[in-house]
């Protein structure tokens, strides 16, 4: 069956670009242009275009026909680059339906095409996927190097590995109860080692594919009239939270995504912790506490102005992840001075109402995100399933060096399950439900 759809997004626009895909493209070329041109493969021309049931004239365009194999799915694949308004758009899509063979694409079918056609591995679709979804230039860097090959490349290289210690190992024993040499043992089991503890180092990377690709959770922890709100809005520089004199105003968790230097940011301004009866401010405040205990990178923020601005509530909050603000500095004295806080990243002194002090903490601000989520050298995993099969590749792995046991049969299966927990990651096996959960 031959596919198409429209590929530019959905709306008036100068031109869009409808695609499609299949054996029945080259003659849907030469059906909608009335045969007046033959394209030459890669080569734009221009046409007009013709409804094949009314011979009405559809629009005038470019068409670009890419010969398969050398195509995004590995079929015949044509553009037709045509005006981008809603009528001849509509009228386009409808004189494709009418020709035979030819269906609209479902959600995700050309890459769907491209993988079935060996174009690309499920890491480099998904990649595609979180290209087209980023927001922000480090989500566009990460997709980019991952649409690339990057990443599975990467699992490739440990899966041949592990594929060619399991064949050596298959290979010097012909018969299977007999035990294994010493020797063939000694051998194989370093580089288990060494693959074992490459995938330790891969998995070690502080979730920073992962973060990248959902934003970093910034959660803002503070007494009621701190100035969370405040500091949100500046944060955001649009009025989302709302500011009020009456403590206690922002009951629920109130969330904002900003783009700071490039990365995704989630922000969470929450209620105000403080001891309350108020059974509706109680479930807020449980909400934050529980909010903070998963975050990435907590705000806590005080009154400067108060005597002991940090009470013990605030101080449990406070960890190597915490950046600690004192409120208000334009209405504290100076005898406050410094609050050294230990265990913290450190202490900023700021006016959220002047804004005095928050370029400075905005600055540390961004360097805390851009050290959490900055894309290194090596590539990184970006999901949960990636991570889910690389801990269990792990445990096969673990299982085969720690077995007391010789048999042949038990040390082979678990270097054969290691190799496929990691053709998982790549779509060499059980590839089916996952590339329906990409797009
Ligand atoms: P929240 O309850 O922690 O969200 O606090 P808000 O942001 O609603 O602020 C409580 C009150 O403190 C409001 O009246 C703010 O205008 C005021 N406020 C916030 N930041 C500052 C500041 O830096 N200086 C002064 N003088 N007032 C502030």
Redesign the pocket.
């Known amino acids: 069956m031959t596919i198409f759809a429209l590929s530019s997004g959905k709306g008036r626009a100068g031109v869009s670009v409808i695609r499609i895909s299949g054996p029945e493209t080259f003659s849907a070329i030469l059906t909608l242009t009335k045969n007046a041109k033959k394209p030459d493969p890669r080569c734009a021309v221009l046409s007009w275009f013709y409804d094949p049931l009314t011979n009405e004239k559809l629009d005038q365009g470019l068409v670009i026909f890419f010969p398969g194999p050398n195509s995004f799915t590995g079929e015949d694949v044509a553009e037709f680059h045509i005006h981008g308004g809603y009528a001849v758009v509509a009228g386009f899509l409808e004189a494709l339906s009418k020709l035979p063979n030819l269906r609209s694409a479902e959600a995700g079918e050309f890459t769907r095409r491209a993988f079935d056609n060996g174009k690309m591995d499920l890491t480099s679709a998904e990649g595609l996927a979180d290209l087209i979804n980023a927001e922000t230039a480090g989500q566009k860097r990460q997709a980019l190097r991952q649409m690339d090959g990057d990443l599975g490349e990467l699992y490739e290289g440990w899966r041949h590995e592990i594929i060619s210690a399991m064949a050596y190992l298959e290979a010097d024993i012909d018969f299977s109860d007999e035990e294994i040499p010493d020797d063939v043992t000694a051998r194989i089991k370093p580089i288990v080692e060494k693959l074992h503890n490459e995938i330790a180092a891969h998995l070690a990377d502080g979730h920073r594919g992962e973060r990248l690709r959902h934003g970093l959770q910034v959660v803002i922890l ?10 949100l809005n500046y944060l955001s520089k649009r009025d989302v ?5 009456i ?4 009951r629920d968790l109130l969330e904002v995504h900003l783009d700071l230097s490039g990365f995704p940011v989630t922000i969470v ?1 929450t209620a ?1 912790l403080r001891k309350s009866d108020d059974i509706i401010e109680s479930e807020g405040i449980r909400r934050a506490e529980r909010r903070a205990e998963d975050a990435d990178l907590k705000l806590v ?1 005080v009154d400067g ?1 108060e005597k002991a601005p940090l009470n013990d509530q605030m101080s449990g909050h406070i960890d190597a992840n915490t950046m600690v603000l004192f ?5 504290s004295l100076d005898e406050n001075g410094d609050h050294p806080v230990p265990k913290s990243i450190g202490t900023w002194h ?5 804004e005095q002090g928050l370029d400075e903490f905005l600055t540390a601000l961004e360097a805390q995100v851009e050290m959490r989520m900055e894309i290194s050298e090596a590539p990184s995993l970006t999901r949960t399933r990636h991570r889910a099969n690389l801990l269990s590749c792990q445990d096969h792995m673990t299982r085969f060096l720690s077995a007391d046991h010789f048999e042949l049969e038990l040390l082979s299966e678990d270097l054969r399950m290691a190799a496929r927990d990691l053709g998982k990651i790549t779509g060499f096996v059980d590839v089916e439900d996952i590339l329906e959960k990409i797009f």
Do not use: F, R, Y
């Open positions: 503070g007494a009621p009239n701190a100035g969370k709100s405040t500091l939270a709302i500011v009020s004199e403590a206690g105003t922002t301004d105000g923020i102005s409120n208000k500095s334009d209405l700021i006016s959220a109402k002047t």
